[in-house]
Nanobody, 132 residues
Framework: QVQLVESGGGSVQPGGSLRLSCAVS????????MGWFRQAPGKVREGIAV???????DYADSVKGRFTISQDNTQKTLYLQMNSLKPDDTATYYC??????????????????????????WGQGTQVTVSA
């Protein structure tokens, strides 16, 4: 059974940084692509970053240049380095795995709904709060 567990969320002031982690266990089936999405109260769900097994990445315009997605060599942990954080980045952040073959849809489709169209597996989320 595939499980994803996010960690690293917290509270930070505008302009600050956080690094999220996602530990993956189990064997996925469709193929390898992982990503991060987020949802804030009253806002639509948004895909923000994806990474393929060959290291290719893609980002939503809202985070491009500020966030970096990466993975460890064993592909068992996914990371999201978030810099220059803004209050609009406040949300619950989730990691997911097994994206569509065209992973670009994850960061270009708004709202990212239903999740099952974009990821086969996802975690329970970690809260990120950006405020002064």
């Amino acid at each position: 059974q595939v499980q994803l567990v996010e960690s690293g969320g917290g509270s930070v002031q505008p302009g600050g940084s956080l690094r999220l982690s996602c530990a993956v266990s189990g064997v996925t089936t469709r193929g390898y692509c992982m990503g991060w999405f987020r949802q804030a109260p009253g806002k639509v769900r948004e895909g923000i970053a994806v990474i393929a097994d060959d290291g290719t990445t893609d980002y939503a315009d809202s985070v491009k240049g500020r966030f970096t997605i990466s993975q460890d060599n064993t592909q068992k942990t996914l990371y999201l380095q978030m810099n220059s954080l803004k209050p609009d980045d406040t949300a619950t952040y989730y990691c997911g795995t097994d994206c569509p073959a065209d992973m670009t849809v994850v960061v270009t489709t708004i709202p990212l709904d239903p999740i099952s169209r974009f990821f086969d597996y996802w975690g329970q989320g970690t809260q990120v709060t950006v405020s002064a």
